[in-house]
């Protein structure tokens, strides 16, 4: 694969420029690295600043010349020629100079799609367990979250922590009492129409008095 790339240079001369009677163009352009072409052009040859004198003036000029080629492409292999050169004066004082470089032995640079490798059996199989294994483990702190009771501080007359015993009870629900200063437990037993086992089951009333609390158990019995 070839390219060409253009390239332009206005070149000012001291004098007027009545006739260009030569011309001639060389370069020593070279690839540098992969991506950029690199050097100078050498116009020289022979003018008149008159058309009609017969002296003639030589000139020389070097051109800086830098061209960067596309990362689509691989250069290593480049090669670098002058394919068409041409020129024209500008108002007798300046040499427009138009050169297409010829670029050749270029290749398109491959794009390389890397695809991830499916997943083994063996690798599906011990992800699967590992969700098993979370799922499972999520479950049981579920689990734990709906029979834990929250705790605090403990008084006498005040438990804050229920004891379950295996007993043929159904307790779904309670009340709290605050005792005032005509109660006593029998009052308190009367009210509720609970028995004393009952109440003990839950509270501690030994010392009880005005302002206790007292908690009473709403019993539904078989």
């Given at each position: 694969m070839k390219q060409i790339i253009p390239f332009s240079k206005d070149i000012t001369f001291k004098t007027k420029i009545g006739e260009l009677t030569s011309i001639s163009l060389d370069h020593d352009l070279t690839l540098k690295g992969e991506d950029l072409i690199l050097g100078n052009f050498y116009i020289k040859g022979e003018y008149k600043m008159l058309p009609s004198s017969e002296l003639k003036e030589e000139y020389s000029y070097k051109v800086p010349c830098e061209i960067a080629i596309s990362d689509d492409y691989d250069a290593f292999d480049a090669t670098i020629d002058i394919d068409d050169f041409h020129y024209e004066i500008i108002n007798d004082?300046?040499?427009?100079?138009?050169?297409?470089?010829?670029?050749?032995?270029?290749?398109?640079?491959?794009?390389?799609?890397?695809?991830?490798?499916?997943?083994?059996?063996?690798?599906?199989?011990?992800?699967?367990?590992?969700?098993k294994e979370e799922l499972e483990e999520a479950n049981n702190l579920e689990e734990e979250r709906e029979v834990s009771i929250p705790t605090s501080d403990l008084t006498d007359n005040n438990p804050a922590i229920l004891s379950f015993e295996d007993k043929e009870e159904s307790y779904v629900t309670y009340s709290v009492y605050t005792l005032m200063q005509e109660d006593t437990v029998e009052t308190v037993l009367s009210k509720y129409k609970i028995a004393r086992e009952d109440l003990m089951a839950y509270n501690n009333l030994d010392g009880i008095t005005f302002g206790s609390k007292l908690i009473i158990p709403n019993i539904l019995n078989d």
């Open positions: 004082e300046v040499l427009k100079v138009n050169i297409s470089l010829v670029v050749d032995n270029l290749s398109r640079k491959e794009i390389v799609i890397l695809e991830e490798e499916p997943a083994l059996e063996e690798d599906l199989r011990l992800d699967l367990d590992f969700f």
